[in-house]
């Protein structure tokens, strides 16, 4: 029996694209395409979380396990840890919802970082670009990363800036996070950070307490889905993949 619990978090309500996780892309809902990535990793069993009727209903006719948990949870994280904290896994893993493209082996590639880490609170994955549209896009997040692949910082903004010019890539953040169980109910119960609060990135409130974030590097993901124009994009991609 495995001892990862993978997670995702699906909320109905959306600021930028509302209901978008019951979008089709080829015939499938954007949620059903992550669910299906996430159980073709094989790294654990799989879990939505969900505020919704809609979304549980759904679930359960494409034959997703799923479970309701508070409309009180502030972030995706909390609808991960609520769903989470009554179960016996040590390692969980968050895959967001509106994550279509994200590979299954990226996902056990986190999972095995969070497995055989001893010193990782949490996993992670980046890739590296040289596309100045992802750079400049504050939807795009940067990861500053140590040699290990350690995460120093992450921001909206195009960081490292390189003063003297040149090639080097940046690394951007791709959405999944690995959690060690403890770190996750660690991580839910501290207060929004100063800086958290000022880039609107839930991943600094760790980095502000001292956790240790490693990343793994991966490929070009295909793109994650934020708005009406993501999801035109979305369908483009698919189309010329196939």
């Not at 939505?48 to 995706?76: H, P, Y």
């Not at 010193?119 to 140590?146: G, W």
């Not at 240790?212 to 991609?237: V, W």
Request: hydrophobic letters at 40%.
């Amino acid at each position: 029996m495995s001892n990862v619990l993978i997670v995702i978090p699906a909320r109905y309500g959306s600021t930028r694209l509302k209901a978008k996780l019951l979008e089709e892309i080829n015939g499938k809902s954007i949620l059903e395409l992550t669910w299906r990535a996430a159980i073709k990793s094989g790294a654990g069993d799989v879990l939505v979380a969900t505020d919704s009727q809609i979304i549980l209903d759904m679930c359960r006719a494409f034959g997703a396990a799923a479970v309701m948990t508070s409309e009180n949870c502030q972030s995706g994280t909390d609808r991960v840890y609520e769903a989470s904290k009554n179960r016996s896994e040590k390692f969980i893993i968050n895959v967001q919802g509106d994550e279509p493209f994200i590979e299954p082996q990226t996902i056990k590639m986190v999972a095995e970082l969070i497995k055989t880490d001893k010193e990782t609170d949490i996993a992670t994955a980046c890739y590296p670009t040289l596309e100045q549209e992802k750079i400049n896009n504050p939807n795009a997040v940067k990861a500053a990363l140590a040699a290990n692949n350690r995460a120093i910082y992450f921001s909206r903004s195009a960081v490292p800036f390189i003063r003297d010019g040149g090639d080097a890539p940046y690394y951007i953040h791709s959405g999944i996070y690995g959690y060690k169980k403890a770190a996750l109910a660690r991580f839910v119960k501290l207060p929004p950070g100063r800086l958290e609060k000022l880039e609107k990135l839930e991943q600094l409130r760790a980095l502000e307490d001292g956790m240790l974030i490693k990343t793994i590097l991966i490929k070009t993901p295909g793109p994650a889905i934020d708005t009406a124009r993501d999801l035109e994009a979305a369908r483009k991609y698919k189309q010329e993949k196939n």
